[in-house]
């Protein structure tokens, strides 16, 4: 059983900075290829590579959630799609910026929910899954996207601040 793998000369190979992706989502790309690698080939445990990726660039409390949240998204492309997800090499430095059409579409799903821009999630979606959707797939990708929004978004999820004068904590002894 072999993965569907692009080779670093492919034609068809999209560039990571023309999706104008933010430095989270651009950090996502390998822990994706390696779950997705994962499931493709489970023999290679490349599911360990992805969350030790995770835990190094953003710390094992942050780092390792990020991974657990993508777990759910990458299993069920992986129902839907099998072995039919185009991916890169994830430990191939040459094709570290280069995406696949599955890659970029995968990427952009989840770029546009963390900004809750449905209509763009919506064609993104279309073209990962070649025209259908999968109520499994948007649940899981939008729980990602719940609790890792972009920075932009997660400005409007703060409640606003009250005005309230600050009170002093008074302690007192209760017999």
């Keep these: ?81 099998g072995q039919g997800v185009a991916l890169h090499d994830p430990l191939d430095l040459d094709q570290r910026d280069r995406l696949s059409a599955d890659e970029a579409a995968l990427l952009l799903v989840l770029h546009h929910m963390r900004r809750d821009q449905t209509s763009q999630a919506r064609d993104a979606l279309a073209d990962l899954l070649m025209g259908r959707m999968d109520a499994d797939l948007i649940r899981a990708a939008l729980g990602f996207a719940h609790r890792f929004p972009a920075a932009e978004r997660a400005e409007h999820l703060q409640a606003a601040p009250v005005d309230r004068p600050q009170s002093r904590a008074v302690l007192r002894v209760v017999r």
């Design 1 to 81: 059983m072999t993965a569907a793998l692009f080779s670093a000369t492919d034609e068809t190979a999209i560039s990571c900075d023309s999706l104008c992706l933010d430095p989270f989502e651009a950090g996502m790309l390998p822990v994706l290829r390696h779950l997705l690698t994962s499931l493709q080939v489970p023999e290679s445990q490349a599911w360990q590579h992805a969350f030790q990726i995770a835990a190094e660039r953003w710390g094992a409390s942050f780092g390792l959630g990020v991974a657990q949240a993508l777990v759910p998204v990458v299993a069920r492309l992986h129902a839907l799609r």
